[in-house]
């Protein structure tokens, strides 16, 4: 009998089975046998995290970790965010596993494992970093006074740093994708924050377990199943007749699912790629949008000014390039923070209000007066807006120019709907991963 309970369930105490697992494992302090405690859950608004811990009778040695139950994402993230008040120290940080945390002004890097998974702050990080430091200073000072010297020394630095003798700037480059430094400022802009998307190496691929299928063919690591070639081309008419199906895993609760994907024509646009996933165990619904022609020659900005509640019927495709702005409300969202989406922009409206919802920086007990009081206000304007009882424009802006809005005039022009086409600049170029393309002498590398 196949169980339909989710991987990863709320936490509940009347649900039997959100109880911790329980091993027998072995205790590196004495070696008996100790007792490792697994749980898998949801932490709200975030994701999906095991937790474990460890405790021995014989020694009474314990400790604890909190791993990542969820998917690596598509690109690695870069974040850098520069730190001058003490508003910026109280920043919510997580931090994955595979993640590499810098501060170059004090020269300090925290490599990837370095520091187990962890949510906490800037301030946080820098404490627990000062209490590794200090761990063994008491014996240093005996066996090696020079070396304690030294790090005594680095921790005066890290304290005056806590102390904002300067400002200084912390930088997390997780290739997973999973690690996030909190915006103050939201749901606005934060100017004291960059984020950059990268396509990761294929060494960061390697060291996260993920080959292709023609290094799992030619593999000589005996550990890697060598895969069978299969006849699955994806041919024109395969596309263009077929619902292709394909297996997944649910991003809700991480049990085996089915993607369904199809090819389309939009009038008056071009053909995409619409994917649809349901999971039988908990119910959840995604959809996602992919261009079908690639990258545009140039990119493209869509103004849209909504004067009634008519438009709110619009067709919309947003690809995972394109930014969404509304400067009435001060509101921008970067690119890949929703992904595809095919819907109108009512949908599209909406899909932004819950994914600000889930955000783990704005909901819970963890949220700040200032922050929870601003959220209050910008969530009351923007169902204002998409009640259509104000006026405000929204904007979309794809470098890649894969983004669409219905013109309720076609084939005339629509007097609310204003397109620009631009040049790329050069980091959008970068975004895109065009300044690393080789299109000339290819054959020859």
């Known amino acids: 009998m196949v169980s339909t309970d989710p991987v990863f369930s709320n936490l509940s105490a009347d649900d039997i089975n959100s109880e911790p697992t329980e ?11 100790g007792v490792t405690k697994l749980l898998l859950t949801k932490i709200p608004h975030y994701k999906e995290v095991i937790l474990m811990s460890f405790n021995c009778e014989h020694c009474g040695l314990s400790n604890n970790e909190i791993q990542s139950g969820g998917t690596v994402q598509e690109k690695g993230l870069k974040l850098t965010a520069t730190i001058s008040t003490e508003r910026d120290l109280s920043r919510q940080v997580v931090k994955s596993d595979y993640a590499t945390l810098v501060i170059p002004e004090i020269e300090l890097e925290i490599p990837p494992k370095g520091q187990k998974g962890e949510i906490t702050t800037v301030e946080g990080v820098l404490q627990r970093t000062i209490a590794g430091l200090e761990q063994d200073q008491v014996v240093r000072r005996h066996m090696d006074p020079e070396g304690a010297k030294q790090i005594d020394d680095y921790i005066v630095r890290i304290n005056d740093t806590l102390k ?10 997780d290739p997973t994708g999973n690690s996030f430094i909190e915006n103050p400022h939201a749901p606005g802009p934060d100017p004291g924050r960059t984020t950059e998307m990268y396509t990761r190496t294929k060494d960061q691929d390697h060291k996260l377990g993920m080959y292709t299928q023609e290094e799992l063919r030619t593999a000589e690591d005996p550990v890697l199943d060598r895969v069978e070639e299969e006849d699955t081309a994806l041919t024109e008419e395969r596309l263009k007749d077929e619902v292709l199906t394909f297996p997944t895993d649910c991003h809700n609760c991480n049990a085996p699912a089915e993607t369904n994907m199809k ?3 939009i009038p008056y646009f071009k053909e995409v790629v619409i994917m649809a996933t349901t999971c039988d165990i908990c119910g959840a619904k995604t959809n996602e949008v992919k261009a079908g022609g690639g990258i ?14 008519t438009d709110m019927s619009r067709d919309v495709l947003k690809s995972e390039t394109c930014s969404i702005a509304i400067p009435e409300l001060e509101f921008e969202m970067g690119g890949y923070s929703l992904g595809g989406k095919f819907t109108t922009l009512e949908g599209l409206m909406i899909n932004v209000l819950e994914s600000i919802e889930q955000n783990s920086v704005w909901g819970g007990d963890g949220l700040t007066p200032d922050i929870k009081e601003r959220l209050h206000t910008f969530k009351a304007k923007f169902r204002d807006c998409m009640a259509g009882r104000m006026i405000y424009s929204i904007v979309l802006d794809d470098p890649a120019g894969n983004s669409y809005v219905q013109n309720m005039f076609a084939p005339e022009e629509d007097p609310e709907l204003f397109i620009e086409i631009y040049e790329r600049s050069f980091d959008q170029h970068d975004e895109l991963g065009l300044n690393d393309m080789k299109v000339e002498g290819y054959e020859e590398s």
């Open 263 to 265: 090819m389309t024509n």
């Open 296 to 309: 545009e020659l140039l990119g493209k900005k869509i103004t849209l000014k909504v004067t009634d509640p």
């Open 23 to 33: 091993i027998e494992s072995l205790c590196m302090g004495c070696y008996n046998d």
């Open 164 to 173: 904002l003798a300067t400002h200084f700037t912390i930088q997390v480059d």
